[in-house]
């Protein structure tokens, strides 16, 4: 994921996850809006995945993203470093509705975590 977030023009900082989730740590380069990047690193990932181990691969539909400022981007990085130890203690599904509901974002609880792997 980070090779492609390179050859699409990004800076990754560091790629990272669990059994049912990643976590993209990455610039945005000014020319390419939000979904179309995710959509092209989730295609492109999506054909990879499938092709090195022989078993179709596809990602849910929907995705999170959250801007960070250059001043946190190093916070961000240990804490997406520690995902296994992070995850031991909370799971991915209350900390992103805790974290929607902390920035005001409105959401439907039926649609975080949606996935093959639950």
Do not use: C
Request: avoid cysteine; glycine fraction near 8%; proline fraction near 2%.
């Amino acid at each position: 994921m980070g090779g492609i977030a390179k050859a699409k023009g990004a800076i990754p900082y560091i790629v990272n996850g669990v059994r049912d989730h990643v976590h993209l740590l990455t610039s945005l380069p000014a020319n390419i809006e939000l979904e179309r990047f995710v959509g092209q690193i989730k295609g492109s990932s999506s054909r990879w995945v499938t092709k090195r181990f022989e078993r179709h691969f596809a990602w849910q539909r929907a995705y999170s993203a959250f801007s960070v400022s250059r001043s946190n981007v190093e916070r961000v990085r240990r804490y997406v470093e520690m995902q296994q130890e992070h995850h031991k203690r909370v799971s991915f599904r209350d900390e992103l509705a805790e974290l929607l509901r902390k920035h005001g974002i409105d959401h439907d609880q039926r649609w975080i975590g949606q996935g093959g792997f639950e």
